[in-house]
């Protein structure tokens, strides 16, 4: 199966992509194909609610031109989708949230419909401080019609600061491996 995970940390090697890696290695393992989006590398315009992808006219599509263009390729070919974020303020990063607002076509055109998704995310306090954030992505998937495959959630602050517990890095790889 094709694996697709959207990184929303503007960190590089920071605590959000140290756990994604080692879950695409588990699903690797297993053979699944991986891929992995930078999204603080592409520029993802806001939603400006024109409601054009509301339209059978417009093939239920956005009508913005940017780097969404070939995210929306990535995530209609992939058959799971892990949301990798740190916390900010509760809830996913700005350039997460960008994207999430940008799923819109896709109320419409069903196309994430049966999917998985699944959400990774480290945070200062770790999971006892992302039930809002949880319980956004379990709301847009099931609005989506996607299946929610569960979350891993960490507590780690500093660059780097995850590799200090190895057995999330294991609970990583064991969820990629169960996939
Ligand atoms: C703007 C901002 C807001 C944050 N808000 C929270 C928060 O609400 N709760 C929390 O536990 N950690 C919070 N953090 C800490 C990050 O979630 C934490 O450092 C995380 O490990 C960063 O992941 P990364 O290394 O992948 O960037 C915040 C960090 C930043 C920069």
């Excluded at 194909?33 to 024109?50: A, F, Q, R, S």
């Excluded at 049966?114 to 999971?127: C, D, N, Q, R």
């Excluded at 780690?156 to 890095?169: F, N, R, T």
Aim: proline fraction near 4%; hydrophobic fraction near 35%.
């Amino acid at each position: 199966m094709k694996v697709l995970t959207v990184l929303a940390s503007p960190r590089k090697g920071g605590n959000t992509e140290i756990l994604v890696d080692e879950m695409l290695k588990g699903a690797q393992q297993k053979g699944h194909i991986t891929e992995k989006v930078h999204l603080y590398d592409c520029e993802i315009l806001p939603c400006l609610d024109c409601r054009g992808c509301k339209r059978a006219s417009s093939g239920y599509t956005c009508s913005l031109s940017d780097g969404m263009r070939e995210i929306y390729a990535r995530l209609e070919e992939a058959d799971i989708i892990i949301f990798a974020t740190p916390v900010y303020w509760y809830g996913p990063t700005a350039k997460m949230k960008l994207l999430i607002d940008r799923l819109r076509p896709y109320i419409a055109s069903r196309k994430l419909a049966g999917k998985k998704g699944l959400v990774i995310s480290p945070s200062e306090e770790g999971a006892s401080c992302c039930g809002p954030l949880l319980q956004m992505f379990a709301m847009s998937f099931d609005y989506l019609g996607m299946v929610n495959a569960g979350s891993l959630l960490a507590k780690a602050y500093e660059k780097g600061e995850i590799k200090k517990s190895p057995e999330e890095l294991e609970r990583a790889k064991e969820m990629g491996r169960s996939l």
